[in-house]
């Protein structure tokens, strides 16, 4: 059974910066997706935003949302099977809870709905 727990969320001011993880365990193989997706104050959790995703195997591929794009990246520290987000520029409307999944036996970055694996989510709050 795949498990993710993600970790590093927190309060930071406007144009700062936070990384957040998400560490996972119970995995068998190397082919799947990791996926990074924010619920906004408000919002139900149907409308999650997917804002970025990783492609593990066979070659590493990242994806991103405009709404992140050039702000945020991803990186993988494959002996621990950790996933960070680092998020820079942070803007007042990034706030959210969020939320790393896992889509097995994907090779490219799915939909929402593909994600088998979710977290329990990070609360992420930019204010001054």
């Known amino acids: 059974q795949v498990q993710l727990v993600e970790s590093g969320g927190g309060l930071v001011q406007p144009g700062g910066s936070l990384r957040v993880s998400c560490a996972g365990s119970g995995f068998t193989s190397n082919y799947y997706v990791i996926g990074w997706f924010r619920q906004a104050p408000g919002k139900a959790r149907d409308e999650r935003e997917r804002?970025?995703?990783?492609?593990?195997?066979?070659?590493?591929?990242?994806w991103f949302a405009d709404s992140v794009k050039g702000r945020f990246t991803i990186s993988r520290d494959s002996t621990r099977d950790t996933v960070y987000l680092q998020m820079d520029r942070l803007k007042p409307e990034d706030t959210a809870v969020y939320y790393c999944a896992a889509a097995m036996d994907w090779g490219i970055c799915p939909q929402i709905n593909e994600y088998d694996y979710w977290g329990q989510g990070t609360q992420v709050t930019v204010s001054s």
């Open positions: 804002i970025a995703c990783l492609v593990v195997s066979p070659d590493e591929r990242t």
